[in-house]
Protein backbone atom coordinates (compact mmCIF):
# COMPACT_ATOMS: atom_id res chain seq x y z
CA UNK A 1 0.00 0.00 0.00
CA UNK A 2 2.68 2.23 0.87
CA UNK A 3 4.61 1.30 -2.33
CA UNK A 4 2.03 2.59 -4.35
CA UNK A 5 1.63 5.66 -2.62
CA UNK A 6 5.64 6.34 -3.01
CA UNK A 7 5.85 5.30 -6.56
CA UNK A 8 2.43 8.10 -7.49
CA UNK A 9 4.23 10.78 -5.38
CA UNK A 10 7.78 10.06 -7.46
CA UNK A 11 5.88 10.46 -10.88
CA UNK A 12 4.66 13.33 -9.64
CA UNK A 13 7.91 14.85 -9.04
CA UNK A 14 8.80 14.20 -12.53
CA UNK A 15 6.42 15.45 -13.60
CA UNK A 16 7.35 18.89 -11.92
CA UNK A 17 10.77 18.61 -13.07
CA UNK A 18 9.62 18.22 -16.97
CA UNK A 19 7.41 21.20 -16.52
CA UNK A 20 10.03 23.51 -15.19
CA UNK A 21 12.31 22.56 -17.67
CA UNK A 22 10.12 22.86 -20.44
CA UNK A 23 11.42 19.88 -22.02
CA UNK A 24 8.30 19.91 -24.73
CA UNK A 25 7.87 23.70 -25.65
CA UNK A 26 12.14 23.31 -26.15
CA UNK A 27 11.97 20.93 -29.11
CA UNK A 28 9.43 23.09 -30.46
CA UNK A 29 11.89 25.85 -30.52
CA UNK A 30 14.51 24.12 -31.36
CA UNK A 31 12.50 23.32 -34.52
CA UNK A 32 11.70 26.77 -35.17
CA UNK A 33 15.01 28.12 -34.26
CA UNK A 34 16.51 26.10 -37.77
CA UNK A 35 14.82 28.68 -40.03
CA UNK A 36 17.49 30.14 -41.84
CA UNK A 37 18.13 28.86 -45.12
CA UNK A 38 20.85 29.66 -47.85
CA UNK A 39 18.70 30.16 -50.83
CA UNK A 40 22.02 28.89 -53.00
CA UNK A 41 22.43 25.71 -51.35
CA UNK A 42 19.87 25.63 -49.02
CA UNK A 43 21.88 24.66 -46.46
CA UNK A 44 20.41 25.43 -43.03
CA UNK A 45 21.28 27.77 -40.68
CA UNK A 46 20.17 28.13 -36.91
CA UNK A 47 18.18 31.26 -36.29
CA UNK A 48 20.90 32.26 -33.72
CA UNK A 49 23.81 32.44 -36.20
CA UNK A 50 25.37 35.74 -36.58
CA UNK A 51 25.27 37.84 -39.85
CA UNK A 52 29.36 37.66 -39.76
CA UNK A 53 28.88 33.96 -40.33
CA UNK A 54 26.23 34.33 -42.89
CA UNK A 55 28.33 36.77 -44.74
CA UNK A 56 31.27 34.14 -44.65
CA UNK A 57 29.35 31.20 -45.80
CA UNK A 58 27.84 33.68 -48.47
CA UNK A 59 31.39 34.79 -50.01
CA UNK A 60 33.09 31.09 -49.41
CA UNK A 61 31.06 29.07 -50.54
CA UNK A 62 28.97 31.13 -53.74
CA UNK A 63 31.15 34.53 -53.65
CA UNK A 64 27.96 36.44 -53.27
CA UNK A 65 26.87 38.62 -51.11
CA UNK A 66 24.66 37.76 -47.33
CA UNK A 67 21.67 39.70 -49.45
CA UNK A 68 22.09 37.14 -52.52
CA UNK A 69 22.22 34.01 -50.01
CA UNK A 70 19.93 34.70 -47.02
CA UNK A 71 17.00 37.57 -48.22
CA UNK A 72 15.37 38.73 -45.21
CA UNK A 73 17.95 38.11 -42.59
CA UNK A 74 18.94 41.30 -40.98
CA UNK A 75 22.48 41.94 -40.93
ZN1 LIG B 1 24.98 28.49 -49.46
Known amino acids: MGN ?3 AQQKRERNVDK ?4 GSKSQAKVNEAAKNIVCSVCRQPFLVTT ?26
Open 4 to 6: GAK
Open 50 to 75: RAPALEEHSQNKHSKTMADCFPGVPK
Open 18 to 21: NAAK
